[in-house]
């Protein structure tokens, strides 16, 4: 196999996870394709901005049909963990519609609800309540503050390995097999955010 590939989903955030990765010594190499990422040690799927957009630069790269396939260790990142599960809300015309994502989780993300003192999106930085022990979070305490940027979020389920609140508990971390997902920034999330990318790319497939 070959090193750590981060997909190039087209976010904003590839240039700071590649420094964050740097700083740990970690060489990745900004890839959608679908051979180099089937190679790779290690894959990370960052994202932010909408599903359906996203969605579709995966399916035009032919990399919509490989990531559920894969074996190794993939850790999806904010928009990236979304697309994990079975299908994001969207709202289109006043109305609400789904776009189907990767399906790799079962469950459905939904827009965070909006109220007096709780604008959208959740922004900032938020404790973790960790909930199942994984290799992700050795060295991170619960109670540990990391550093969100999200309108939507995904209930908490039997796959959460943490949570988060902000009018109402949500999943900030999955893990599903070889697969895990976390909707905070981790390469904004400081010493914690670096604890963790660092575990991240110590797994074994």
């Known amino acids: 196999m070959s090193a750590v590939v981060v997909i190039d989903s087209g976010g904003a955030n590839l240039a700071s996870l590649l420094h964050a990765l740097g700083r740990l010594g970690v060489k990745a190499e900004v890839s959608r394709d679908a051979a180099r990422i089937a190679a790779a040690s290690h894959v990370l799927l960052p994202g932010v901005g909408a599903a359906p957009d996203a969605m579709k630069r995966l399916a035009d790269a032919g990399v919509a049909g490989l990531l559920p396939k894969l074996t190794q260790p993939v850790l999806g990142i904010c928009l990236g963990m979304q697309l994990l599960f079975e299908a994001s809300e969207e709202t289109v015309g006043g109305g609400t519609t789904e776009t189907r ?6 469950g459905r993300v939904a827009r965070i609800p ?9 922004m900032g930085w938020n404790q973790l309540e960790l909930l199942a022990e994984d290799p992700l ?6 109670g540990d503050y990391v550093y969100f940027v999200h309108s939507f979020a995904v209930p908490v389920g039997p796959y959460t390995l943490a949570a988060s609140d902000y009018g109402g508990r949500f999943t900030a971390a999955v893990r599903r097999g ?25 797994l074994g497939s």
Do not use: M, T, W, Y
């Open 101 to 106: 994502c990767l399906g790799i989780v079962p």
């Open 114 to 122: 909006a109220s007096p003192g709780q604008p959208v999106p959740h």
């Open 137 to 142: 979070f050795d060295g991170i305490k619960d």
């Open 178 to 202: 070889n697969f895990r997902g976390v909707q905070f920034h981790p390469e904004r999330s400081a010493a914690v955010g670096a604890r963790l990318l660092a575990n991240f790319v110590a």
